[in-house]
């Protein structure tokens, strides 16, 4: 069955620390995954997908299919990146989604 | 408007009650999604809706949900007989199938349901 695994409810930084927010995908054939993102009272919205190997907002994701996973990076948190993120895995067109990981980035 | 609409933005209902949610996606999108998200969980699918193709249903949890879309325009997702356990944010989500960024879906507000 397809699953994305997000294993951390909360992730708690300082700003100017590293991110690092964990995502491993269970899934038969190439996948296509994906980083959306929830900031305080504004709507789910993509933040990048593997496929275009982007960094958006200082953000990176590998694609690592040996690990299974898709762990998003940021080498200097800053305190507008605290947000729900949640990472997803596409399906025959429909999207799964992990459990989401919040992110807080202290000052 | 310019975004994906949902409707009511909140409903508190008795147990047993049917309830009925309304999602306006973006003009010319031909995909739309629903996705169920209780407290402190993360996104469960629930039905997708892809032009005229018939929908994948597999994320219903029970004959008591179900969901219309008319072409691809106004779809409603119908909770019979609720339950307490129903009690979530309700997001729809329209996507433009062969789009330049695949996999970009666009999200409504959602509407929170309180079954009591």
């Known amino acids: 069955a397809q699953r994305v695994t997000q294993p951390e409810k909360l992730l708690s930084v300082f700003k100017g620390a590293p991110v690092e927010l964990k995502c491993n995908y269970s899934y038969s054939g190439s996948p296509e995954l994906f980083w959306y993102v929830q900031y305080s009272r504004q709507r789910l919205q993509l933040l990048l997908r593997h496929i275009s190997r982007e960094s958006i907002k200082g953000f990176t994701a590998d694609l690592n299919k040996g690990e299974t996973s898709f762990h998003l990076k940021k080498p200097f948190a800053q305190e507008e990146d605290s947000a729900m993120y949640y990472c997803?895995?596409?399906?025959?067109?429909?999207?799964?989604f992990g459990q989401g990981t919040t992110l807080q980035v202290k000052p | 408007g310019a975004g994906v609409s949902q409707s009511p933005s909140n409903k508190v209902t008795e147990k047993g009650k049917d309830v009925e949610l309304r999602c306006d996606p973006i003009?010319?999108?031909?995909?739309l999604y629903w996705y169920r998200q209780r407290l402190g969980q993360g996104l469960e699918f629930l039905i997708y809706?892809?032009?005229?193709?018939?929908?994948?249903k597999s994320g219903l949890p029970s004959d008591r949900f179900s969901a219309e879309r008319t072409g691809e325009s106004v779809s409603t997702l119908t909770i019979q007989r609720t339950q307490q356990e129903d009690s979530a944010v309700y997001l729809c989500?329209?996507?433009?199938?062969?789009?330049?960024?695949?996999?970009?879906?666009?999200f409504g507000e959602g509407s929170r349901l309180t079954v009591l």
């Open positions: 997803a895995l596409s399906n025959t067109g429909k999207l799964i």
């Open positions: 003009s010319g999108h031909t995909a």
């Open positions: 989500a329209s996507s433009l199938v062969g789009s330049a960024k695949p996999g970009e879906l666009f």
């Open positions: 809706f892809q032009g005229n193709s018939a929908p994948d």
